[in-house]
């Protein structure tokens, strides 16, 4: 392919007429680079950045990955305050629920519609907490706020790059911002020129040789702390399975949290989990110091054109030692009557929740329980979708998905006021959201688990199981040390400094 550079000056001069934001795009040949290498020479070192990539199906890596930095705005809530800011320009609002406040925002910069452009052309990358719900509906918000990070961290790229895994091909994608008043000839000109430096300096760094510098081994063991005793996991389920019983709910999950103190690269921490867990939504978000790391294997919703989906996932295996063993395995878990009730139950909390936004009887089952394989272990996954109804957008779809009833429980509500009753402190970002509001009115999130946050230092992950009325404590707290191998694993991998 050859090299490109769009929209060329004269279109760039008509389009700063009518809108505030104008991409200006290069197209490149990448064959020599990976997702990481480019976010290691690009971003890594930048106070505000993300790096997007995925593995489809499980087994074969996704066409496109996506590299973020220079925030043109960003957009963050903590305890009930959004700040935003925007180059030079910062905004307090006190406010609960964040989607109003966001969508009038991308709303606002939403960019000149350029031709060429990837898909995904820019937009509002980032993640929700867990108790954003209590935004959306009325529920008990006494859980204990041990860590104090955001509730929401969202930023728009000023430069973007889009790496076509199939074509080998990159395109930096450069938000111009052109201010809020007319500007002259001269001016126009002066930031078009300004867009194509900065398009040139980046061309320049991808083609210089990564400088490599392997992280600093820790020197001790990793030492994890639970944020409760064994004792105190065991009767919080037992506690759930009374309920359950007593006809309140029909699951509920529980989690519990882990955290060490070393320091440890976060870079290296990514590239351990995308070596171990390799998962569709694997992300590394850094918002100043505060950092999402993670793998994860399920989409909490997405909107593309009018089409909302979710897929739930809930049943799993390990993975066999040879094919016939993989296949035993498999068949095994299609036939276990407690995976199949389980899992049906969370595709009709799926087909509820498209159904608040979807025309009645316009729900669809695409796919139910299928087989999904990882490189550790398998999944029963079901696919559930419908046509959005006229007049609603993406932000009222995220929000009659949220949360995602695999980590959460059914009912949903009644789930939610329980966790706040039993699990000990808040959530945060694990169970809540992470992915982009696109400017182009798409969406994709997925459900934040396998994952790793780190914050002053420390760094935390959670693992929950789904309690139900036949539910044995003792299993069930082994689960969530099962699910939290991959993120222990992870850590002590990346503390050997590779």
Known sequence: MSEKIFP??????????????????????????????????LAAAEDFSFLLES?????????????????????????????????????????????????????????????????FYGGAVGFFSFETVKAFEKLPDTTHRDVDGADAWFMVPGMLLVHDNLRHSLSLVRLVDVGDEAISGEKKAELYREALTDLDEV???????????????????????ANMTKAQFLRMVARAVDYVKAGDLIQVVLAQRFHC???????????????INPSPYMFHFNF?????????????????????????????????VDADADRRLAEELLADPKERAEHIMLVDLGRNDIGRVVDYGRVRVEELMKIERYSHVMHIVSHVEGELRQGLDMFAAFRACYPAGTVSGAPKVRAL????????????????????????????????????????????????????????PELEYQETLNKASAMRRALELAARGW
């Open 417 to 472: 006021e329980i966790i706040d009753e039993l699990e000990p402190t808040r959530r945060g970002p694990y169970a809540g959201a992470v992915g982009y509001f696109g400017f182009s009115g798409d969406m994709d999130f997925a459900i934040t688990i396998r994952t790793v946050t780190v914050k002053d230092e420390r760094l935390y992950f959670q693992a929950g199981a789904g309690i139900v009325a036949d539910s044995r």
């Open 8 to 41: 060329e000056f004269s279109e760039f001069s008509q389009l700063t007429e009518h809108y505030l934001y104008i991409p200006v795009c290069r197209e490149i040949v990448a064959d020599l680079d990976t997702p990481l290498t480019l976010y290691y020479k």
């Open 261 to 275: 103190l070393q320091k440890i690269d976060p870079g290296a921490v990514y590239r351990a989990l995308r070596l």
């Open 203 to 225: 061309v320049s760094r991808i083609r210089r040789p990564l400088a490599w510098v392997a992280p600093t081994p820790v020197s001790e063991p990793l030492a994890f702390e």
């Open 55 to 119: 593995l489809e199906g499980g087994e074969r890596w996704g066409r496109y990955s996506f590299i973020g930095y220079r925030p043109a705005l960003l957009f963050c809530q903590r305890r009930g305050e959004i700040e935003i800011v925007r180059g030079a320009l910062r905004q307090r609002l006190i406010t609960v629920d964040p989607l109003p406040e966001l969508a009038r925002l991308m709303q606002l910069m939403r960019p000149a519609p350029v031709a060429g452009l990837p898909d």
């Open 288 to 320: 100043a110091g505060e950092r999402l790391i993670g793998s994860s294997p399920e989409l909490l919703v997405r909107k593309n054109g009018n089409r909302v989906e979710v897929r739930p996932i809930a049943g799993t295996r390990p993975r066999g």
